[in-house]
């Protein structure tokens, strides 16, 4: 139990370091695309988020989940595609809520809604869903979990000595 704590929080260490390279690249995108670009609002979290979920993958795949398995990346980057999406609704939807539902429309309001509430909702979502579908463990080989049969047959064997 203590070694699986250990793991999972090690795992979650890096995967909350990848997120905070991710959220600096997602505000500075937002930011650039809504003040400099004058974009609409939730326009603006899109592109940002599209372009903080490709920098998420490289992370999470090349150091996150580094010993997960690796033999399938199109399926694994079709999941995390979904998952991302998701994310993405649910950061921008507390966005486009507290925006255009409540009328909270300054640039400290936009930023609080979609980088610290819409974030914090999605990122939880994501580290489960990334966990549980995408980086999948690698599966272990018969010979892995299995003795050989001589080494096996040896282990048992009585010591004369």
Request: hydrophobic content about 45%; glycine content about 10%.
């Amino acid at each position: 139990m203590r070694q699986k704590l250990q793991r999972v929080s090690g795992e979650a260490g890096r995967f909350g370091a990848v997120g905070a390279v991710g959220w600096v690249v997602d505000t500075a995108v937002f930011n650039l695309c809504l003040h400099f670009l004058h974009l609409q609002t939730v326009r603006s979290g899109v592109i940002s988020n599209a372009v903080a979920i490709g920098v998420n993958y490289l992370g999470n795949r090349y150091w996150t989940y580094r010993h997960h398995d690796k033999n399938r990346y199109a399926r694994e980057a079709a999941l995390f595609v979904l998952f991302s999406g998701i994310g993405m609704i649910i950061q921008n939807g507390v966005l486009a809520i507290s925006h255009y539902g409540f009328g909270y429309t300054s640039p400290l309001d936009d930023n609080l809604a979609k980088n610290v509430v819409g974030l914090g909702l999605a990122s939880g979502f994501r580290f489960w869903a990334y966990r549980k579908w995408v980086f999948r463990k690698q599966p272990q080989s018969v010979s892995d979990s299995y003795p050989s049969a001589p080494a096996a047959v040896l282990a048992r064997r009585p010591r004369r000595d």
